[in-house]
């Protein structure tokens, strides 16, 4: 199958709309891909804390629906990073979409772990509860955001869940690149799996965000990676490789801690 990260620029010199424009317009020219992946909160700015309340929108708002004609204008599976969402009561929350090639919502992860020590989106938002993985026409899809990348049990419920390939949209920040670059990495390496991590890059709301979008194998090691500007980064996987490296190196198999004892007859 073949996957594209569209690693969007995302500055405060343009408006919500534009991007929106933008994304709809790369990703109707990614028509022939099976995967199409956008980064976290692409739309309203990860870092503009103070344009969430105002740029909130539900998981049928202008964001999806351009996501959701982009798809299936493409004919691709297309994951729309995230969304700031807002909840009928009013609760706002870090939220990634996934829309197959007919533009149908069939995948949406609320972020667990939430970013800022006691500020920004730690305080500002709800926190999601469930583990989410979507069957797809290649695979079975993981689905993580950003901070996540630090709490390895998450990615250990992923694939307990049945994940063959993870995605990770992101706004991560450049200040701690050795990290994004070591972390995505390590979470493939763990749960043997396929791992796309898109970060966005540009500045906003004071923050530079990293870029440097990677693609990682059952092996951990890097397929692709993209540089700081905007870009867009293809990739040819081979699903099958999940499966041969999980037999090749059984690591999995092996596990003790956390595994549920079998039930005595």
Not at 116 to 143: K, N, R, S
Not at 199 to 218: E, F, I, K, L, N
Request: net charge negative; with cysteine.
């Amino acid at each position: 199958m073949r996957a594209s990260l569209i690693q969007l620029s995302v500055d405060s010199s343009d408006t919500a709309d534009e991007r929106r424009r933008r994304a709809a317009s790369l990703v109707r020219g990614r028509a022939g891909d099976d995967l199409v992946v956008l980064p976290e909160l692409w739309a309203a700015g990860a870092w503009a804390y103070d344009r969430w309340g105002h740029d909130a929108e539900g998981v049928d708002g202008p964001t999806a629906r351009a996501m959701s004609a982009a798809a299936r204008e493409a004919g691709v599976w297309l994951h729309a990073g995230s969304v700031v969402e807002r909840d009928r009561d009013g609760t706002l929350y870090n939220t990634a979409l996934l829309f197959d090639r007919s533009g149908e919502l069939r995948g949406l992860y609320r972020k667990i772990h939430r970013y800022g020590f006691d500020t920004g989106e730690a305080t500002l938002m709800g926190g999601g509860h469930a583990v989410v993985t979507v069957p797809t026409d290649f695979g079975v899809v993981g689905l993580a955001i950003c901070y996540d990348l630090r709490f390895p049990e998450l990615f250990r419920g992923l694939l307990d869940a049945g994940a063959e390939l993870i995605v990770v949209p992101a706004a991560w920040p450049a200040a701690r690149l050795t990290h994004w670059r070591l972390l995505t990495r390590t979470r493939a390496l763990e749960e043997q799996v396929f791992l796309l991590a898109c970060c966005a890059t540009g500045t906003h709301g004071g923050m530079r965000q990293g870029g440097h979008s990677v693609v990682a194998d059952p092996w951990g090691t890097v397929l692709a990676e993209a540089g700081t500007a905007e870009e867009i980064l293809t990739v040819d996987l081979d699903m099958a490789r999940v499966a041969l490296t999980r037999s090749e190196l059984p690591v999995l198999r092996d596990r003790v801690l956390g595994v549920q004892a079998p039930r005595r007859p």
